[in-house]
């Protein structure tokens, strides 16, 4: 018979051996790096340019003074639209160098000497030369009198939006101060500055894309109407002019937006998350995991987008690419995938 005391003794052992299984297994779980993975596609991928610029309308102008006087009448606001015609802003015609008052002078004279003189015309007391001088001197002083009056009445050019005023009623203006802005807004068009490597990509006719900065739903799409033969010599930029016909809510002259210009479609492109791209010494760098072991696999980005690059390197469509946790790991570390 076996002593009771022994039984107990091997029991004791065979608990503990069991114990400390369960509990190095648990650890190794413990050990390995936390991350979580998203696949690596394959599909066609848009390479774009992406430049910062700012809208102005399909027409626009800035109405500079033409004579030196006062402002006595602002009609118009910021914002307000406005039609061929309108009145923007009224000067004083009594001002040190405006014409008005002599011009109408003149033409209010000469248009009742024609009056008068077609009457007499018609009544055979004139004759037909005398008829045609009288209408010319009326002629010549009508038109004076409309550049006089255009000087001192600022007329909208065309229709469209006042995008700013420079004075307010009571100001005192001098020859080529800005008095207001107004731009056609039919259409809009974008003036941007592109480095030469990024120029080099571009022709007209290419589609834009901008994303409004007050509604990030709106999104308007135009295409590339011109490209500058050189470069600015102290920037080294090229100008490129887009359009944008459909005009969206949410877009307006002066302000400043990003636009993405595509120029040409990668095939069968290799894509991968941005999350997933590290960078060390300047390489580009993407974890992957197989049979829970992460591999340090360099690429070479070809394109960005918002969420997603095209990169080429051995990576294959199908691999898992970690997305986070990556400060954590090291080639060849055991990995488990984790909600973080």
Avoid: H, W
Wanted: with cysteine; net charge negative; proline share 4%.
């Amino acid at each position: 018979m076996i002593p009771r005391i022994l039984i107990t003794g091997l029991l004791i052992i065979t608990l503990a051996g069991c114990g400390g299984k369960e509990a190095s297994t648990d650890s190794a779980q413990t050990a390995r790096v936390a991350v979580r993975t998203a696949p690596v596609q394959q599909g066609d991928f848009p390479r774009t340019v992406t430049v910062g610029g700012t809208l102005r309308g399909d027409r626009q102008t800035i109405i500079p003074a033409k004579v030196q006087t006062t402002v006595t009448k602002v009609p118009v606001r910021r914002g307000q639209t406005v039609r061929q015609g309108d009145l923007l802003i009224q000067l004083d015609p009594g001002g040190v160098q405006s014409q008005y008052t002599q011009a109408e002078a003149v033409f209010r004279n000469a248009e009742k000497q024609a009056k008068k003189m077609r009457a007499l015309y018609e009544a055979g007391a004139v004759s037909e030369t005398q008829l045609d001088g009288a209408e010319t001197e009326f002629a010549v002083a009508q038109a004076n009198f409309n550049a006089a009056r255009q000087t001192i009445e600022i007329d909208a050019p065309f229709n469209g939006v006042v995008t700013d005023v420079y004075v307010r009623v009571g100001d005192e203006v001098s020859t080529g101060m800005s008095l207001v802005d107004v731009a056609d807004i039919s259409a809009l068009r974008l003036i941007l500055e592109v480095p030469n490597e990024d120029a080099v990509q571009l022709g007209k006719g290419e589609t834009v894309s901008i994303i409004s900065p007050v509604d990030s739903a709106q999104v308007m799409v135009g295409e590339v109407i011109g490209v500058a033969d050189a470069a600015d010599v102290q920037t080294r930029s090229f100008e490129v002019e887009c359009r944008f016909t459909d005009v969206k809510p949410g877009f307006s002259p002066g302000m400043y937006v990003t636009a993405n210009i595509e120029t040409e479609t990668l095939r069968g492109a290799i894509l991968v998350p941005n999350d997933a791209i590290i960078y060390r010494s300047g390489q580009a760098l993407v974890y992957t995991v197989a049979a829970d072991t992460a591999a340090l696999v360099p690429v070479t980005v070809v394109a960005a987008g918002d969420s997603m690059s095209a990169v080429s390197g051995s990576l294959q469509a199908g691999q898992k690419a970690v997305v986070l946790g990556q400060k954590n790991l090291t080639p060849g570390a055991k990995v488990r995938e984790a909600v973080l």
